[in-house]
């Protein structure tokens, strides 16, 4: 119902923000990582949110960014996981390392959140890992924009196969991942050119 609330900070308290719209305080559910990120009080913010409906209750569950926003939107279509394991996740996990860790299969990073035990993480990475990709180079926090070419269908390979590679020499997979992602990976790079790169930020 509603994208995001613009408005003037008027409360903060344990899980929740006020916003002040033009006199009306709208009350957003909130994890502590958006929390922690709140200006001071009286300062205008810009919260994407969404909308919960159930029998007895409407809320809005706020996030600092529409990835955070857009990602949410993914994760709570996960059988067993429902709105607080969703903001959890994100809480604890920031969107890049939860790309991250769906793409290279880390039920080991994605299970350390509190709520989400091994079999909901090994069921969150089958279900999301063809619709989460890893997100572009040069620092860019949206959501892949890859278009479906061949040339970008044969770096996502080569970057899958530079990230398992750095797992089987020992390596976790988010680190790895992660790596991959910090060299900046090109159509002209081929899996080993990944490798070795990626490795330059991991020594």
């Known amino acids: 119902m509603f994208g995001y609330i613009r408005g003037i900070l008027a409360e903060l308290e344990q899980d929740t923000i006020t916003v002040d719209v033009h006199g009306i305080g709208i009350r957003i559910l909130s994890g502590p990582s958006l929390l922690a990120r709140m200006p001071a009080m009286g300062s205008e913010v810009k919260i994407y949110t969404y909308t919960y409906v159930k029998e007895d209750a409407f809320s809005l569950i706020g996030f600092g960014s529409k990835e955070e926003l857009e990602l949410f939107k993914k994760l709570i279509t996960v059988s067993g996981i429902g709105p607080k394991a969703g903001v959890a996740l994100l809480s604890t996990l920031t969107p890049s390392e939860l790309r991250f860790a769906i793409y290279s299969a880390d039920v080991k990073t994605i299970s350390k959140v509190p709520g989400i ?87």
């Not at 390979?157 to 991959?180: C, F, H, I, M, P």
């Open 117 to 203: 035990g091994k079999k909901t993480a090994e069921r969150l990475i089958l279900e999301l890992k063809d619709k989460v990709e890893l997100s572009m180079p040069s620092g860019q926090e949206g959501l892949s924009v890859m278009t479906p070419d061949t040339s970008s269908d044969e770096l996502m390979r080569n970057q899958k196969d530079a990230v398992e590679a750095l797992v089987a020499l020992g390596y976790s997979a988010t680190q790895a991942a992660r790596a991959v992602r910090e060299c900046q990976p090109d159509e002209n790079m081929s899996a080993d050119d990944i490798l070795k790169q990626s490795l330059r930020f991991l020594l």
